[in-house]
């Protein structure tokens, strides 16, 4: 069975302080993908990557940073986390190519930055 | 950006069909669309993709008429457990994942 974990369902940080986020895929997807949900506002993409070592912006990359050393594993990084930055945090991934039949989510991180 | 337009809301009861029309004008070529359903506190999961005409699986199915201009998630008969917010996408991964934009969903509630 397809699996995306997250290194925690829940979170609480203080502003400015420097927060990682987790992610891991099992399924040897090619494609990585980091959100954020936010009521009234859908999903927003923040970040991806499509390979090892390789990663693009995506609609607000402002104050994120991501790493992606293994295939399996990619991370969204917080570097000074503020209080609009309060937000669950959602992780996917999916197999390049076409048909590749949607992403594949993780459960959430609910941040919250106080 | 591919916009995509869904009603904000939608009631329906266990037993029934339900229909949840997205709106996507300036869909481009080679654009997909697609379907995730998201139950609270979960990630979205993935229902259902087509490029063109009917496509049919275990969950759904998703219709899509000559012009593309829009599309239709059928769910048949429909259980309480199909509460969920439904999203609609439409964009080609091949010319950049910005594109694919996830809009505010269509809220569906199935009352007994």
């Known amino acids: 069975d397809v699996k995306v974990t997250q290194s925690s369902r829940y979170l609480v940080k203080r502003t400015g302080e420097k927060v990682f986020l987790e992610c891991v895929q099992d399924?040897?997807?090619?494609?990585m993908f980091w959100y954020r949900q936010d009521p009234g506002l859908g999903l927003r993409l923040i970040y991806f990557s499509y390979d090892v070592k390789m990663k693009e912006k995506g609609d607000i990359p402002e104050g994120y940073s991501v790493s992606r050393e293994k295939k399996e594993r990619f991370s969204l990084i917080l570097e000074s986390a503020s209080t609009n930055q309060t937000s669950m945090y959602l992780c996917?991934?999916?197999?390049?190519?076409?048909?590749?039949?949607?992403?594949?989510f993780g459960p959430g991180t609910r941040l919250t930055v106080t | 950006l591919a916009k995509t337009t869904q009603p904000i809301s939608m009631d329906s009861y266990e037993g029934q069909e339900v229909n949840i029309t997205c709106s996507h004008n300036n869909i481009a070529t080679n654009d997909y669309i697609t379907w995730y359903q998201q139950f609270p506190s979960q990630g979205p999961r993935f229902i259902i993709q087509?490029?063109?005409t009917k496509v049919t699986n275990e969950v759904a199915s998703l219709f899509i008429p000559a012009d593309r201009k829009s599309s239709t998630l059928s769910l048949p008969r429909v259980s309480l457990s199909d509460t969920a917010v439904y999203y609609c996408?439409?964009?080609?991964?091949?010319?950049?994942?910005?594109?694919?934009?996830f809009g505010t969903g269509t809220r569906l509630l199935v009352s007994p």
């Open positions: 996408l439409v964009g080609d991964e091949n010319t950049g994942f910005q594109k694919l934009v």
């Open positions: 996917a991934s999916n197999p390049s190519g076409r048909d590749r039949g949607g992403q594949y």
């Open positions: 087509g490029y063109k």
């Open positions: 399924m040897d997807h090619e494609n």
